[in-house]
């Protein structure tokens, strides 16, 4: 008895011995952040851009390490898609909204959008992940998963969106204009909504090209009757350009910053609710 105990002790003691001087490698810190609790559930309004009304947030992941104080999502999130970590983070945001669900809005009309890596799609694993971790905690807010283009849309099998549609989650391409954008996504995927890049929005009245870019965008989705959201809107002027445009959703800096998921219930009961 008393040997293994000792050896246990000593593997932990060990574990943290390589977690606390920079020993392990990134992404061994990544597996280790996440049962040592570091990583954490932030989020940031969407506005609707007629009303001024927040109606729905997008769940974005931060993480502080100990030693190495925040390190961005640009840094660990491609890491932990090339490590095989996305779906552990991806199910580490899930748990923690429905956690934090009893505090949320509970109207239809209320979107909660997470970001899922295209990986996660092979071997319905993201819909194995949904029906354990989001259905049964019966939530009322409607669930838009973000999907990113960084590389592999064209690996995300189609049978895997139908069946998330069936379910009743709507599936949003996010960076949409960017990476490895193809307009045949538009065909394949049937998203409900495409997500113009902060790169687009930060064009307005700066670079002819990029904003030539947007407004094809935007009248490409109207036309397609696909739903609209312009990420990185910070400025007053960007606001009402993409609002006369008739893109539906704005988010950026303009209307809120990401804050702590725990911190939403607060800063919503500040603005007015759709
Ligand atoms: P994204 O999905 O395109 O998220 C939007 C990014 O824009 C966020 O960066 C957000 O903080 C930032 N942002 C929001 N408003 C503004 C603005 O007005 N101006 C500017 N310059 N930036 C703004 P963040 O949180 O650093 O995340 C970076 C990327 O990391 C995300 O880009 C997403 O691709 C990825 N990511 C974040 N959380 C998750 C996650 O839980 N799962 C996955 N798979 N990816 C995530
Ligand atoms: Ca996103
Ligand atoms: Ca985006
Ligand atoms: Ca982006």
């Not at 660990?76 to 090339?82: D, M, S, Y």
């Not at 700066?206 to 030539?212: K, P, Q, R, S």
């Not at 303009?254 to 609710?273: C, G, N, Q, T, V």
């Amino acid at each position: 008895q008393l040997p293994l105990a000792l050896l246990l002790s000593l593997l932990m003691a060990y574990i943290v011995w390589l977690a606390t001087a920079n020993r392990m490698s990134l992404s061994w810190q990544i597996s280790y952040g996440i049962t040592a609790r570091e990583f954490m559930v932030y989020c940031q309004p969407l506005i609707n851009s007629k009303t001024g009304d927040c109606n729905g947030i997008e769940l974005l992941l931060r993480w502080h390490n100990p030693r190495q104080g925040w390190i961005p999502p640009d840094v660990f999130i491609p890491l932990a898609e090339r490590q095989n970590l996305i779906a552990p983070l991806t199910r580490f945001v899930l748990r923690e909204v429905v956690r934090q669900l009893p505090q949320m809005p509970a109207c239809p009309s209320f979107h909660i959008a997470i970001n899922v890596a295209a990986s996660h799609f092979h071997n319905r694993e993201i819909i194995d992940d949904l029906q354990r971790l989001w259905w049964p905690a019966n939530p009322v807010p409607q669930l838009v998963v973000e999907l990113t283009e960084r590389d592999s849309l064209p690996e995300v099998d189609q049978r895997v969106v139908t069946h998330l549609h069936k379910i009743g989650v709507k599936l949003a391409i996010d960076d949409f204009g960017t990476g490895h954008s193809s307009l045949s996504y538009l065909k394949t995927l049937s998203p409900d909504v495409l997500k113009i890049d902060k790169v687009f929005t930060a064009s307005i009245g700066t670079d002819a090209i990029n904003a030539t870019v947007t407004d094809m965008v935007i009248s490409l989705a109207q036309r397609l009757n696909i739903g609209l959201v312009a990420e990185g809107v910070e400025t007053a002027e960007q606001a009402v350009y993409l609002r006369e445009k008739g893109v539906d959703v704005l988010q950026g800096y303009f209307y809120a910053r990401p804050m702590p998921l725990s911190d939403f219930p607060k800063w919503l009961s500040e603005h007015k609710l759709t």
